[in-house]
């Protein structure tokens, strides 16, 4: 499945997602990598695992072919208001970012303004753990990869489809950045905030010896970056507190039945859940 | 770590649990198994695997050394009532459901009423699918086995931990099962009606290419035997609803951040959860 690719890549931002995408770039293609971060032990760091080539400046923005932001939203636009008109029309400029319709307007009036090329993505893989040290080659496989086009040329959508293919990842999509945020605020955000409301309970710490994969597996992304998060959060702020209404609306029906004592109400309740699951053969 | 056990073992219900229970007696100790169940194609296919010695009769109650009624919560209040005179004092009775007051308090008194001996239990282990088909000897292998002894001898309560080491169990935990219940109603029964709740959001259709762990991890138990789980739940009606009470409490605090943009108090929010986790060591 792997294709050849034989880029010249940069990389802003070596952090789990940055650096996972050098190690990527560099174990399953042809590419070279040139890293970006403002802290300089964690490009000395990558340099000494060869996770990139070189580490990069102002110099090579003209020379690359793709340049991956991989930073947190804010960040990502602050550099391309501060190098766009540097980095030119030879070079494809992506971000990593996990909320679309916020970054993806900005960047397409810089893209336009300061004339570089621009197409939105969102590589949908994460780890409990944050930075450089977390990064894997391996991040990708099996992810999907989330393009947003924001009238990016066909053969733009193109090269980020087969670099996500050689990268590792299972699928693209294509989208808009509104379709994006509003579904993504139900399949990461919102997971994201049940798992921290949900560990606050005073019995979660307790629940040693008394708990089993279901408690795992709710309470596991609660270990969360809570900076990133928060601008994560507030930048898809009307997608993300509707579908926590949803979510609290339905919850509340299950108490309300649990409290009735009303079987037949509350067994619906669950088959409705049971019938989804089976709807979406999961 | 396997304890040798000889026991002659009875087990009603060859569903998830009790199927799992007969293989590890069978596979793990030296016990004999007789295996009941009201559907005789079970009890054939438990034979058929080796998972049972034998399909059992009434006249194995008062030759039995420990019994389990892997059933449901009524069910086994029912068998006990039905049977508990011809079990007699040789043998020790103990259930496996997921809610205990309830169950222990009639299985208490039903103990004294009828002369056999008596300690709940709760084997903290589950899949995704029920029945024999989908039992299997490791199910317990690093699961708690809670017990709640209800008056029971010293003698009796080693017994299962005994019973419960051999069978795999990572640890037993002994308790009330007012205590129990509490706890339970965190770490198991919110999950399951979280999940239901989760996949209800129109947005749960469209997910498929949008998601990745978190998604996963959260509807994974949607898939839910509505049956037991509205027994379970309505057996634990109080301790479920203030969970959920809880829950919602705190999911809302989230949502009011979000919706009023509220980046301090969010990020306060979510450093709280990730607090919890740390100091869990989670």
Redesign the interface.
Known sequence: MAEDLSLRVGIVGLGLIGGSLAKAFREYTDCTVCGFDRDPAVVQAALDCSAIDRAGGEEDFPRLDLLFLAVYPQAAVDFARAHGAQIGRSCLVTDTCGVKTAVCAQMTELSRSLGFRFAGSHP???RERSGFGASEASLFRG??Y?ITPCGASPEDVTLLQRTAAALGFR?S?VTTPEE?D???????Q??????????????????????????R????????N??L???L??SN?GP??D??????G??????DA??A?D?ER??A??????L?????G?
């Open positions: 949908m893989a994460g992810a999907s989330i699928q999509v994006h509003r579904i993504i605020a139900f399949t990461s919102v997971p994201h905030a049940l798992a921290c409301a949900y560990v606050m309970s005073p019995q979660c710490l307790k629940h040693n010896g008394f708990s089993a994969g279901s408690y597996d709710v309470s596991r992304v609660a270990n969360i809570e900076t998060w928060t601008e959060f507030l702020a993300l507190a579908e926590l209404d949803t979510l609290i339905n919850l509340s029906a299950v108490r649990v409290r004592g079987g509350l067994a309740l669950l088959r409705r859940g049971r989804v699951k089976e709807s979406l999961e």
